[in-house]
């Protein structure tokens, strides 16, 4: 497994056709200091919720692949991995792998959201 990163720092996406957006969403993270070390609470919190959602992809996926659940046993399973904390890191999650960067910075959660890339619609 590769890990390049001890922390998730918030990096907003914008449009590349939306400049003011982009101005905003960094003055707000610059604001805020989401990223400092000012806030390690908030990045501990956003790792946690990584590992959390690869934590409950993976019990979704034994329960698919390895027991053979049928949908209607899985289904509790999505809904409590959409009720999730920290959901922008679920969505940072699904833009690294669509881009191809997850492959480098973890392995194991690239895989494994190739395994059940239903996923990604969640």
């Known amino acids: 497994m590769t890990r390049k990163y001890d922390k998730l ?32 609470t908030l990045a501990k919190s956003r790792m946690d919720a990584y590992h ?35 959901v922008s890191v679920w969505f940072e999650i699904k833009r690294l792998f669509q881009g191809g960067q997850l492959a480098r910075i973890d392995s194991d959660f690239y895989d494994l959201l190739t395994t059940v890339p239903e996923a990604l619609t969640w």
């Open 9 to 40: 720092d918030f990096r907003p996406v914008v449009s590349a056709d939306n400049g003011y957006n982009q101005i905003r969403a960094d003055y707000a993270v610059k604001t805020l200091k989401i990223n400092s070390e000012y806030r390690l």
């Open 52 to 86: 959390d959602y690869q934590n409950r992809l993976k019990v979704y996926a034994h329960r698919k692949l390895i027991d053979f659940w049928d949908q209607s046993r899985l289904d509790p399973i999505i809904a409590r991995f959409n009720k999730s904390n920290h």
